[in-house]
């Protein structure tokens, strides 16, 4: 049986943090191992929100390409590309775009609630509406067989099988139904005890220098009734606590969660720990950062050759698809 194909994309839409490290980067490291992956940077997605400011846009690019590779990702393993080199994508997603209702994207769940959420950009866009369907032409045009995704994003995986299965019931079969690949991924709170995310500017970011990261563990949200170290505390309400589930050991959790409840420890001795435990995952991340950065031409190689790989898939699956609808040669 020949190896099954995993496709994931990840915006550059700001440097990433480290909810993006547990939240993507290391599931992509462990599934090269296993798969055939194909993973890329969604340029073209940044711009269906970021259209009115390019101006970071090459530097957020870069970003996600050095922590990528930073984090563990092997360009001889797993393909490495940018979305807006394979414009084939472009292709697949107008052609899609003749097949899919219109109520299919309008009832796309992250479609309305972004909407209200977002308050400082216009997203009432074409190319925001039509954000599912180019990521469903991202997924069809590898015939990927897996897409990692978490609960949230499971009506884009269901979207993306609808239009498979409409463009197939009208051409022939084209396209393989993708499947999700049901993750769970933890849930990395930000410094102020909300979701790690830039629009609240609580992110401790890859790129950060070792002093701000512990500045920002530092300073953290603690559970607000720990007012004095005499306090007894209650880490289930501790951001930092959450933070220790994920980079801490059973014991170092078992012990800090203790020690927080008859105050047998100050928060500044618990987020010492969590400092410690995070420096352990973060330092290798760094070394590897500044290699990269010192090479840009490497990163441009790694980009280009990425991206020339996946034409290649691509440029393969719209033969056939053209060929299906009736475009391209008279003969
Ligand atoms: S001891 Fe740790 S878990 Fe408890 S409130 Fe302080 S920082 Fe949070």
Redesign the pocket.
């Known amino acids: 049986m020949s190896v099954q194909r995993v496709l994931s994309g990840i915006q550059p839409s700001g440097r990433l943090h480290i909810g993006n490290l547990v939240g993507a980067l290391q599931n992509w490291v462990r599934l090269q191992e296993q798969y055939e992956c194909y993973y890329f940077i969604a340029d073209w997605h940044a711009l269906t929100s970021q259209y009115a400011d390019t101006s970071k846009l090459k530097e957020f690019v870069k970003d996600v390409l050095v922590n990528c590779l930073a984090a563990g990702l092997d360009p001889e393993k797993a393909t490495i590309f940018a979305q807006s080199r394979v414009i084939e994508h472009a292709e697949l997603h107008v052609l899609l775009s003749m097949v899919t209702p219109l109520s299919w994207l309008e009832r796309v769940p992250t479609y309305k609630e972004k909407q209200s959420e977002v308050k400082d950009k216009d997203l009432n866009t074409y190319g925001f509406l039509g954000y599912p369907l180019l990521q469903s032409a991202d997924i069809l045009i590898y015939r990927a067989d897996y897409v990692p995704v978490g609960v949230d994003q499971m009506p884009h995986i269901e979207i993306t099988r609808e239009i498979c299965r409409r463009f197939n019931n009208f051409y022939g079969e084209v396209f393989p139904e993708p499947e999700g690949l049901l993750t769970q991924f933890p849930k990395v709170v930000g410094t102020d005890g909300r979701k790690m995310s830039k629009t609240y500017n609580n992110c401790v970011y890859l790129s950060d220098p070792p002093k701000e990261v512990e500045q920002k563990i530092r300073t953290m949200t603690?559970?607000p009734q720990?007012i004095k170290r005499t306090d007894k505390?209650d880490?289930e309400l501790?951001p930092?606590?959450q933070l220790h589930k994920i980079f801490s050991t059973k014991q170092e959790q078992d012990e800090?969660a203790e020690?927080?409840r008859t105050a047998g420890?100050?928060?500044i001795d618990?987020?010492k720990v969590l400092i410690k435990n995070l420096f352990t995952v973060l330092e290798p991340i760094w070394e590897k950062r500044n290699h990269y950065l010192k090479k840009p031409d490497l990163l441009e190689d790694i980009l280009e050759s990425g991206s020339k790989k996946a034409r290649e898939v691509a440029v393969e699956t719209m033969l056939d698809a053209r060929k299906a609808i009736g475009l391209g040669g008279l003969k």
């Open positions: 603690t559970d720990r505390g880490p501790s930092v606590f800090v020690g927080c420890i100050g928060c618990c987020k």
